[in-house]
Structure formats: structure tokens, C-alpha cells
């Protein structure tokens, strides 16, 4: 199965990405149609961080397509993805809310990062104390050994972080729930079954 987005024009060129399911190492060709001109063609093989991290393929299926110079919007283009086994398939393009969903989950995405890390940091460090208070309980059973003081206040911390950590993942959660609700076509009331 072909699939991908195109995402944003930047400075002459359409930016996105296309990978097919079916064949993981396949580079798709792409076109990029404005009615029936073609207005640009190239190869999704350039490596993108997020496409790495979500696991498209190898990361290498992005493409950086260079238009012709009377494109200036996104406004009546075509983007198609061909493979040489399965055929083609028309991108969807990015709207505007796209591109304020991916810029939250990229800010977010950063910042959930960071603290994960800083937290990980931290454990491994009480871990690595803890374990040599155990060695040296282990080397001298006789004698008491005293974990450091700062410890208990460590994993109240730890403690802490991770609550928070929830309650910023849930209201991310209830932002995306939102966003969501707002972006879906509104239902129209059925009038006798007919409107």
C-alpha cells in the first residue's frame, strides 16, 4: 500500500514524504500535477529524523520536490506516488490545522524527551548509590549501612515528576481530543432522510 503526505511548500519546493508498505526499501517516484501539467517530479529518498523515528521504512523516504516557478501555493495540486510494482496513488496535502498538529507534537515531543531523560538521569544515579550501599551492607553484614539522606527526598522527586509528567500527558490528550473534534466534518441533522 502507497502511503505519505505532501506537507508544506518551502521556498519553491514541496516537501513530504511517500513510502510503500508493501516494499519497505522502494523509493516512490513523485509527481506533482497542477490540473494537467506536470509541475514537478522527483524521488522520496531523502532521510528525515521522524520518518526514522516512526519507523517509515529506514527513514530515507522523504522527498524535496523543486516546482515550477509560477507555484507559489499548495492551492490546486495534484501529488502522486508511483512504485514500480504497485502502481500509483494520490498524497494528501497538509492543511493548515496539519501543520499546527505536527508543530505541538514536535514541541511536545521535545520537551517529553528532555524530562524523560533528566528523570532517567536521575534514577540511574540513585540506582548507582543504592547499589553500592548494598555492596558495602553485603561486605560488612555486621554493620549497619545508612543509605545517603537524600535519597527519600530523591524518589519523592522522582515521585513527583512522574505526576506530573501524567497530568501533562493528559491535558496534550484532551488537546489533540479537541483539535480533533474541531477538524471533523460537522453531522448534519437528517430531515425525514432526505437533507
Known sequence: MLTGRADELVDGKLVGWAFNEDNPDEHLVIRVM???QV?????????RVDLVDAEIGKGDHAFHVVLAPHITSLDGLMV????????EAPLP???SDDRKIDTLFHAFGEQYDAAIQQLKEEIDSLSEQVAEQIEAYQARPAQSVDLPENVADRLIAIESRLDATEVFIMRIDESLRKLTAEMSPKKRKRLFGIF
Open 34 to 36: 497542477y490540473g494537467q
Open 39 to 47: 509541475v514537478g517530479s522527483g524521488v522520496a529518498n531523502i532521510e
Open 93 to 95: 496535502i497538509a492543511s
Open 80 to 87: 502522486i506516488a508511483q512504485s514500480v510494482r504497485s502502481g
